[in-house]
Nanobody, 122 residues
Framework: QVQLVESGGGLVQAGGSLRLSCAAS????????MGWFRQAPGKEREFVGTINWNGGNTAFADSVKGRFTISRDNARNTVFLQMNSLKPEDTAVYYC???????????????WGQGTQVTVSS
């Protein structure tokens, strides 16, 4: 089992920045690709971005490309989502996810975190 605990959510004005963190435990962190997903009220959960096991490759949804970045610190078993130029439509619960793969976690992760709320005011 892998346990994922997100932190860093909150309320921010449009144009502002937030950094989310996700601390992983339970298994070898470098065996897993990590990703971020989000779910807004009344909408389905959607892919935001992902990073491979060594941090060498990332991918993002078109809606956040150029504004969000993902990084990981394998020594601390932690993955980060840096969100810049935030928009009201970025308001959602953000979930950390892990998948046992050397690729990416684009969908169907093996593990989910509990989520952290991000609210962007206009």
């Amino acid at each position: 089992q892998v346990q994922l605990v997100e932190s860093g959510g909150g309320l921010v004005q449009a144009g502002g920045s937030l950094r989310l963190s996700c601390a992983a435990s339970g298994r070898t962190f470098t065996d897993y690709a990590m990703g971020w997903f989000r779910q807004a009220p009344g909408k389905e959960r959607e892919f935001v971005g992902t990073i491979n096991w060594n941090g060498g490759n990332t991918a993002f949804a078109d809606s956040v490309k150029g504004r969000f970045t993902i990084s990981r610190d394998n020594a601390r078993n932690t993955v980060f989502l840096q969100m810049n130029s935030l928009k009201p439509e970025d308001t959602a619960v953000y979930y950390c996810a892990a998948k046992y793969t050397r690729g990416w976690v684009l969908h169907s992760p093996d593990y989910w975190g509990q989520g952290t709320q991000v609210t962007v005011s206009s």
